[in-house]
């Protein structure tokens, strides 16, 4: 079975930065995978962060990150990642590393083949 291990989270202050990195096992080529991050704050709706098509051309961001965030993917290592920039204690929730199969765009959790167990990004005032 294909699996995601995300890492990198934690607790910063505003306007910090952290990475986050999502590791996919050997038998997961994520070539082959558009891939995302989403996340899920306390008492709300998993929702999309951010995307990337299957080879990195396109990225896609929702409106609450762009200009702080970026995406990005490593098809050699198996990795994708999520740089934030100028984290707000908005921006605190359990951030999901996911994948979509043959598809180059993830927009929304129905969308979704696959998930990583999530990782706690906490943002302190």
């Known amino acids: 079975q294909e699996r995601l291990v995300e890492s990198g989270g934690g607790l910063v202050q505003a306007g910090a930065s952290l990475r986050l990195s999502c590791a996919a096992d050997g038998r997961t080529f994520i070539s082959r995978y558009g891939m995302g991050w989403f996340r899920q704050a306390p008492g709300k709706e998993r929702e999309f962060v951010a995307a990337?098509?299957?080879?990195?051309?396109?990225?896609y961001y929702a409106d609450s990150v762009k200009g702080r965030f970026t995406i990005s993917r490593d098809n050699a290592k198996n990795m994708v990642y999520l740089q934030m920039n100028s984290l707000k204690p908005e921006d605190t929730a359990i951030y999901y590393c996911?994948?979509?199969?043959?598809?180059?765009?993830?927009?929304?959790?129905?969308?979704?083949?696959?998930w990583g167990q999530g990782i706690q990004v906490t943002v302190s005032s």
């Open positions: 996911a994948a979509r199969y043959n598809r180059d765009v993830i927009s929304t959790t129905s969308e979704v083949d696959f």
């Open positions: 990337i098509s299957r080879h990195g051309a396109s990225t």
